[in-house]
């Protein structure tokens, strides 16, 4: 084998890693959404209400404080209480908390 073909072989070999590993953590990404409650969030306040959860990457917007789901206090008494753990100085900041692929975008901003 040439050192051309054999490099020709490693990238291939290489490009096939990586495609595997994509898949996986896709993978891994939507089961850690399935159980992720959001308690960590990170928030950018111009010109409106901005949150992204920073374990899951999930992202809310709104015209309000009062219309986000994805609010400072607990949905349920006894639940773990859920806090704002950053507040961003610019969108750029909250976009590093992005994960890979698709934005995932829960309460009003699914809608
Ligand atoms: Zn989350």
Redesign the pocket.
Known sequence: MTPLELLKKQYEHTTHEIDVLKTQQKDILREL?SV?T?LRLGEYRQPRPWRI?L??G?EEESWSFESLQMRRESQRKDGPERGLVEIFHGSHELCQQRKAGERYLVGASAR
Request: proline share 0%; net charge neutral.
């Open positions: 959404r992720c959001h959860c374990d899951c999930a």
